[in-house]
């Protein structure tokens, strides 16, 4: 029965996302029940897409790429795809009608990680950041307000700043791992060998100015999405704290994490913000 291959469609990409991030898991686990498996599809669909470029090392990755993205317009044109991971995204996709921009925007800042390893200019830099992370915000938005072009408008440059915020704060937690492994430095005069106190700190005020941003947009969250996506931003709030009281140096030696403890404390405390109407 085709319902039996959707409803194991939608299991893979829930496991896909329990198994490479306990975090945005967690913070997915929060969301309401009826749009919960819709985050978990996108998620499948941008994991799988950056995982092929980040760690297929020894693979043909722009073959895969390839491979991939066909399969992906194939399943959007199709309505139905044998891959489970595009079969539960193409689903999210009509259901909420996403833009398909989003998705070619995405797509396209994957394909400049497979030959670009320097984002020099601050054009180049946030075209990378818009399509990696900012339309991953706006598809989810697209779900939080059920295609709701009004209140999606409205809330459109919130969800884009939080996903940038996410991000960075990716960037800055990873930036031994991007450099010495993929030869990576996203952020503009701020490599590996160049992060010192300062630039670290005028990273770490960007990313806040995002989350300033972002925060105001959360508030006006729909309830059913409003409760994960604080749990979301506290926990990365969090890791950014973490990196800011973090010397720079060791920054550049080892990946910074924040423990399972802290983040069921992150978990407690927004359960409480939330409950006492203060988000």
Do not use: W
Not at 2 to 30: E, G, N, P, R
């Amino acid at each position: 029965m085709k319902s039996i291959f959707d409803k194991v469609s939608y299991d893979c990409s829930k496991i896909v996302t329990q198994s490479y991030s306990t975090s945005f898991s967690l913070a997915t686990k929060m969301l309401c029940s009826t749009i919960r498996p819709d985050i978990y599809n996108i998620y499948g669909f941008v994991r799988f897409a950056d995982e092929i470029v980040d760690t297929f090392h020894d693979y043909d990755k722009s073959e895969l790429f390839n491979k991939f993205e066909g399969e992906l317009k194939a399943a959007i044109a199709d309505k139905i795809s044998l891959n489970p991971i595009l079969n539960s995204f193409q689903h999210t996709y009509h259901k909420y009608q996403i833009p398909y921009h989003l998705v070619d925007s995405f797509m396209k800042s994957m394909r400049m990680d497979l030959t670009k390893s320097n984002y020099r200019t601050e054009e180049e830099y946030k075209e990378y950041i818009y399509g990696s992370a900012d339309v991953v915000g706006l598809m989810c938005l697209q779900v939080f307000v059920k295609g709701d072009v009004s209140k999606y408008e409205q809330l459109k440059e919130s969800a884009q700043s939080l996903g940038s915020a996410f991000q960075k704060v990716n960037f800055l937690r990873d930036l031994k791992a991007d450099f010495e492994d993929l030869n990576r430095a996203y952020f503009p005069h701020a490599n590996l060998k160049e992060l010192d106190e300062i630039s670290k700190q005028r990273i770490v005020d960007e990313i806040k100015d995002d989350f300033k941003k972002g925060h105001a947009g959360i508030l006006r969250l729909p309830n059913e999405a409003k409760f994960g996506v604080y749990t979301a931003y506290r926990y990365y709030y969090k890791l950014l704290q973490k990196l800011q009281s973090t010397p720079s140096r060791e920054i550049k030696n080892a990946r910074i994490r924040v423990p399972n403890y802290q983040k069921f404390g992150v978990l407690a405390k927004s359960y409480v913000n939330y409950k006492l109407h203060l988000v």
